[in-house]
């Protein structure tokens, strides 16, 4: 079946650092893929996506690729904040019956001043 | 954009009460619905989803059940529940896009 994998955590980094989340996926066929973000006792919010090979998602100095050839949608910000301390979760979508996200089980970022 | 509203924000029960959890959603019609559990520091756990009235698919077999009396409604309920319940639970609905909306959660602990 289809399957999300993202680096465990926590990644803790120093603020202005470059930040680096991997994520690779199993998948038949082509699914559309996203980062969600969830701050401290919130919900999930989306934070980008991509929909097919070689599109790039930003968001916020985010930024992620949708690499068919090696299964990947790495997420990436240049110089982080102490607000992008928070639980990032990758994600993939098939337009199919019931449209359901298959999550990774999530990393955790913190971010000291 | 579609908002989605979940109540209550943080819920203790006992061990063998009964549950109810309430999400509408507004913005959209005829959305697909969501229920999804995150226990404590692990990933989200797909529950059921819904494409429209009346119309539950379950993902895991457990000790929970939805609902989806009206179309921007969708409830979790439990008769009974267990220790293994607790956690935090979260509704989605899908946009035209298909992307998915969260709303806020609830925090359930049962004690």
């Known amino acids: 079946g289809d399957s999300v994998t993202q680096m465990e955590g926590p990644v803790t980094l120093s603020e202005e650092a470059f930040l680096t989340i991997n994520c690779t996926y199993t998948?038949?066929?082509?699914?559309?893929l996203f980062w969600y973000v969830q701050y401290p006792g919130e919900g999930l919010q989306l934070l980008l996506k991509?929909?097919?090979?070689?599109d790039k998602g930003s968001n916020k100095g985010f930024e992620a690729t949708y690499r068919k050839e090696t299964t990947s949608f790495h997420l990436e910000k240049g110089s982080v904040q102490v607000s992008d301390s928070a639980v990032y979760f990758c994600?993939?979508?098939?337009?199919?019956?019931?449209?359901?996200?298959?999550f990774g089980g999530g990393t955790r970022v913190l971010v000291k001043p | 954009s579609q908002t989605i509203h979940q109540w209550p924000a943080t819920l203790v029960q006992p061990v063998g009460s009964p549950l109810s959890l309430e999400c509408t959603v507004e913005?959209?019609?005829?959305?697909?619905l969501y229920w999804y559990r995150q226990a404590a520091g692990r990933g989200l756990q797909l529950l059921f989803y819904s494409v429209g009235i009346g119309q539950i698919s379950s993902e895991v077999p457990q000790n929970l059940s939805a609902s989806r009396p009206q179309d921007r409604q969708f409830i979790l309920s439990s008769k009974k529940l267990l220790l293994s319940d607790s956690g935090f639970y979260l509704c989605?609905?899908?946009?035209?896009?298909?992307?998915?909306?969260f709303g806020p959660g609830t925090r359930l602990t049962v004690t």
């Open positions: 991509a929909t097919k090979a070689d």
């Open positions: 913005g959209t019609s005829n959305p697909n």
């Open positions: 994600a993939l979508l098939y337009k199919a019956a019931g449209n359901k996200l298959t």
């Open positions: 989605a609905g899908r946009d035209l896009n298909y992307e998915q909306y």
């Open positions: 998948a038949t066929g082509y699914p559309s």
